[in-house]
């Protein structure tokens, strides 16, 4: 039996590749941080259903005694490290402890490994925010030019895993992934938060939601499909880097629209922007990936395109709120402008 010990596993990514892996019968373990509330909402479901093959233990990126503890009591042979301060916006106003987390955590893991069995297979949760200004499509040979501490906090930690690849000979690989969404998508991510936000308007709870920039263009596609590329980029004979995307870009307003269309509202009386709060210092301003090498080496696609994603999205917060699209459907009716 496999063992893959998860770091970031409360996260949207986490709870997805937890699933996948605990379908092909690996035993997992996740690490979590301690927090002042519960929040294992998104694996709560894992602890029932693998009660012998799922579990989690207290550690801390930043704390190398809990990382070496984990790693040398667990003994896995896979370690994906998905943990991080993900949010690009809110690095602007944490600079450090962005770039703090992001890069140590990184060579901590892998110093770990070193010292330890040299064997673990270590995967880094690249991103396509690493190629900031360089313009779409962008693929494995694309410049990096990040646009944020986030960025650039990513990019020294997809260096730091090809360094111990190449002068360590560790299997470590990245996975540069676009922009991936689901319901368990973090409320503050613009997605989640129109689609979080549609059935409050649709209650009358709320009448607006506020934006920053929304003529910005991304990549977006299904966490769930990730997290397969995520698993074969460690089933390969040798380690390396890969870009995993749908290979289509739209504006945020395209999906903005797309949403309150489902529903049955128009977008247009609904949209205000708050620049103040969520207008960032720079912008990433076109993504759009170039999957053909994980396409053919990986033999990986994804299957949820946008229109199917928004639809998901839409659906699912309409449920966790009480209201099915028929009822969202006729509550629009009566929904005024604003
Ligand atoms: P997410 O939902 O924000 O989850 C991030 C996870 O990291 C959470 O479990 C969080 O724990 C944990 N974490 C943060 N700092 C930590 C620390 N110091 N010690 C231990 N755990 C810590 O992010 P995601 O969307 O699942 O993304 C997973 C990874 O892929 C991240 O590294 C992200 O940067 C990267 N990525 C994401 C995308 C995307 O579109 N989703 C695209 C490219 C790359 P708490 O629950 O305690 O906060
Ligand atoms: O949903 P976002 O916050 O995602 P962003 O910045 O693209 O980052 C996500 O994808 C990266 C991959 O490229 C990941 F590495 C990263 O961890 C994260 O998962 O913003 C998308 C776009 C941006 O252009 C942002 O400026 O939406 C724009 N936007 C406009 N109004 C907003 C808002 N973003 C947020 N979060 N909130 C707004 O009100």
Not at 16 to 45: C, P, Q
Not at 128 to 146: C, D, I, R, V, Y
Not at 167 to 182: D, K, T, V, Y
Not at 275 to 287: G, M
Request: glycine content about 6%; charged content about 25%.
């Amino acid at each position: 039996m496999k063992k893959a010990l998860i770091t970031g596993i409360t996260g949207q990514d986490g709870s997805y590749l937890a699933e996948l892996l605990l379908k092909k019968n690996y035993k997992v373990l996740g690490m979590m941080r301690r927090s002042s509330i519960f929040n294992t909402i998104r694996i709560d479901h894992l602890y029932k259903s693998y009660p012998k093959n799922f579990d989690t233990e207290y550690g801390d990126l930043m704390d190398e005694t809990s990382i070496y503890r984990i790693i040398n009591d667990f003994r896995p042979n896979e370690i994906y490290n998905l943990g991080a301060m993900s949010h690009v916006g809110v690095s602007f106003k944490t600079p450090k402890s962005t770039l703090t987390y992001n890069t140590l955590s990184t060579f901590n893991i892998l110093e770990t490994i070193k010292m330890i069995d040299k064997k673990i297979k270590f995967y880094q949760a690249s991103s396509s925010e690493m190629f900031g200004a360089t313009p779409p499509p962008q693929n494995e040979k694309s410049h990096f030019l990040p646009q944020s501490p986030y960025g650039i906090s990513k990019v020294a930690a997809f260096h730091t895993t090809r360094l111990y690849r190449n002068s360590q000979n560790l299997f470590a690989a990245n996975g540069i992934l676009f922009n991936h969404e689901s319901p368990r998508r973090g409320l503050n991510f613009v997605t989640r938060k129109v689609t979080s936000n549609i059935p409050k308007i649709l209650k009358k709870e709320i009448n607006e939601i506020a934006f920053g920039n929304i003529d910005t263009r991304r990549d977006w596609g299904f966490s769930g499909d990730y997290v397969e590329a995520i698993w074969k980029i460690l089933q390969q004979k040798k380690p390396d880097d890969y870009v995993i995307a749908t290979g289509e870009n739209y504006s945020v307003k395209d999906f903005i629209k797309e949403c309150f269309k489902i529903v049955g509202l128009d977008w247009k009386n609904f949209v205000t922007y708050n620049n103040i709060n969520y207008l960032r210092p720079s912008e990433v301003q076109s993504l759009k990936g170039n999957a053909t090498k994980a396409i053919k080496k990986l033999k990986w696609k994804p299957k949820v395109k946008f229109k199917s994603l928004c639809r998901m999205m839409v659906e699912a917060d309409l449920k966790e709120q009480g209201l099915s699209l028929n009822e969202a459907r006729k509550l629009s009716k009566n929904v005024k402008k604003n």
